[in-house]
């Protein structure tokens, strides 16, 4: 692997991490399979990128971006909880419309162009820093500042009721919670971060494209079950920085992967995906796979001694 | 104190599997009432209690507790007055979350939940004198998610978690069912320390006759969604569980096969 491929993997790994982030707090925190993110992350790209097109400073051209994401995960919290339609289903209905609404946003284009146009890298390329280090320097500061207080708001007495609400609803409505408010906030709260991260990467690749959000879950949940394979913890800090190491390792690992070449045969960058969905799989199956040999191998030494 | 009028509750209505859970119920409970609710399985007696806590919110009738009408409050609301134990051991804690985190969680009961920090210094050493009370060592285990706690433990701790904040009411939802005949005797005896001293108004399920005749100062029979029998404290002390099968009997001489061997032997 290059060192232009390794500079370029932990970028992305970081941008992405904050999604990845957005997507722990539904999946884990709220045990909420939510499929927005695939749309709120084109929303927030094309909502950046039609500000910074209209003249908006680069970096309060993310305010609007998660603002709308939250707008997005508010609605699919409001589908399941007040409409009482099925979890996944209704975030499957509103990434579809996300849809037609991030065309609407972008002008009815698919994609709009930011060549040229200032983005929030400008400062850091101003100090004179190497070209490869640019993004990662002002990735590392919003990951590290997410992460902070994405640890802080889980030990509030909101994020608490947040957890208790994904681990034990009936308990933490005795316990007077309102778990429909829970619910909608934390989505909101989750997808404000997937449109954080899709501002990012729009003015990262210099576009925003209506397709760029396709599989956005897949690799949110890569990046979480991978931090958790590697750093088993219980501690919430622990538990967050290792959602955005998942998320790095495994960009890491896609890049070895596209320079993988075995007797002409190479994977492609459209063959990701594929690859993506059977890590997860692996990881999701694995543990149990694990503990049932490890009951068998058991129950076999058992039956060995007389 | 607790005031009920005509609560009637279905369902499945207007289907040809509608049942009818409870029968215009009347029921007035005064202030620091300990009362033992006994009857077969479908007899209506969680229903009632889901009905008051607002778990399923009636279709006919009136529930006004300490003078407010509280029909039409959502469950969450109703949480403010209402502290409840379940029948299964694992439904009134958080397993993932540690035992601090879930009596904080307890601590807030029917408050906001703001943006200040979920567990205090301040809390940890009033949580530490508080299970000390239960001698399981769980004061030194606060670290420790709920989740590794026995039956019992975690039935004692949900005990602990509802009262912790004073409930108006107690709703206590056969919530020695689950456990050992034991860990049940313990939990029993916590559940009436709690409830004495503090002058609690409580609303216990049981399945157990015997139970229902050694603890609280009221029974109340029920059968098929209606109250067929209310004995007070006086009575009571008098009847053994003998008597209440030939009450039983008397009520429902159209059914003989009612009463299980698990009410008798619970």
């Not at chain 1, 990012?200 to 690749?205: C, D, G, K, R, V």
């Not at chain 1, 979480?224 to 959602?243: A, L, M």
């Amino acid at each position: 692997m290059s060192l232009y491929a390794f500079s370029g993997a932990i970028e992305l790994g970081l941008v992405y991490g904050l999604m990845a982030l957005g997507v722990y707090i539904t999946f884990r925190v709220l045990d909420f399979p939510d499929l927005t993110v695939d749309g709120s992350l084109t929303l927030g790209a094309a909502v950046t990128a039609v500000c910074i097109t209209k003249g908006l400073n680069p970096f309060l051209a993310l305010v609007p971006a998660m603002a709308a994401g939250f707008l997005a995960g508010t609605v699919t919290g409001f589908l399941t909880t007040k409409l009482r339609i099925l979890h996944l289903l209704s975030s499957i209905l509103t990434m579809t419309a996300l849809y037609s609404v991030n065309i609407r946003v972008m002008g009815g284009r698919p994609n709009i162009a930011l060549l040229g146009r200032p983005t929030v890298f400008d400062p850091i390329r101003a100090l004179d820093v190497s070209p490869y280090l640019v993004s990662n320097i002002l990735f590392l500061a919003l990951v590290a500042a997410v992460v902070a207080a994405l640890v802080w708001l889980i030990r509030t007495e909101y994020g608490q009721a947040l957890l208790a609400t994904g681990a034990n609803p009936k308990m933490i409505t005795s316990l007077g919670v309102n778990t429909h408010f829970t619910v909608i906030t934390g989505v909101g709260i989750s997808n404000a971060l997937v449109a954080l991260s899709g501002g990012l990467i729009a003015q990262n690749q210099g576009t925003a494209d209506v397709g760029m959000g396709v599989g956005t879950i897949v690799a949110g949940l890569a990046s979480i079950v991978v931090g958790e394979t590697i750093f088993n913890s219980r501690r919430i800090t622990t538990i967050v920085i290792s959602v955005v190491l998942g998320s790095v390792i495994y960009r890491l690992a896609i890049a070895a992967a596209l320079s993988f070449r075995v007797a002409g045969h190479s994977f492609e960058a459209s063959d990701l995906k594929l690859l993506t969905t059977v890590l997860v799989v692996a990881s999701l199956v694995l543990p149990r796979v694990r503990k049932s040999l490890r009951a068998r191998s058991g129950a076999a030494a058992r039956n060995g001694r007389p | 104190m607790l005031k009920i009028r005509g609560l009637s509750k279905y369902f499945a209505r207007g289907t040809v599997n509608e049942v009818q859970a409870l029968r215009r119920v009347d029921l007035d409970i005064g202030t620091g009432e300990f009362v033992c609710v006994i009857g077969s399985n479908g007899a209506g007696k969680s229903t009632l209690l889901a009905s008051i806590s607002g778990a399923a919110p009636p279709d006919e009738g009136r529930i006004v507790l300490d003078g407010t009408d509280i029909t039409a409050w959502p469950e969450y609301r109703r949480a403010r007055h209402i502290g409840r134990v379940f029948q299964d051991p694992l439904s009134g804690t958080c397993a993932s979350m540690t035992i601090e985190e879930n009596m904080a969680l307890a601590l807030r009961r029917g408050k906001r939940r703001t943006l200040r920090a979920g567990v205090t210094r301040f809390e940890r050493g009033r949580f530490r004198e508080t299970l000390q009370r239960l001698d399981l060592g769980l004061e030194k285990r606060l670290g420790d998610p709920a989740g590794f706690l026995s039956g019992g433990q975690r039935q004692s701790l949900t005990l602990l978690m509802a009262t912790l904040v004073r409930p108006t009411l107690l709703l206590l939802d056969e919530h020695t069912a689950a456990l050992d005949p034991r860990t049940a005797g313990l939990v029993m005896k916590l559940t009436c320390d709690i409830v004495e001293e503090n002058r609690l108004t409580t609303v216990m399920i049981t399945h157990n006759m015997q139970q229902a005749l050694a603890y609280g100062q009221r029974l109340i029979m029920m059968h098929r969604g209606e109250i067929i029998l209310d004995f007070s404290a006086e009575e009571k002390s008098r009847l053994t569980v003998q008597d209440l099968i030939h009450h039983f009997h008397a009520a429902n001489p159209a059914v003989p096969g009612a009463i299980s061997d698990r009410l008798v032997l619970g």
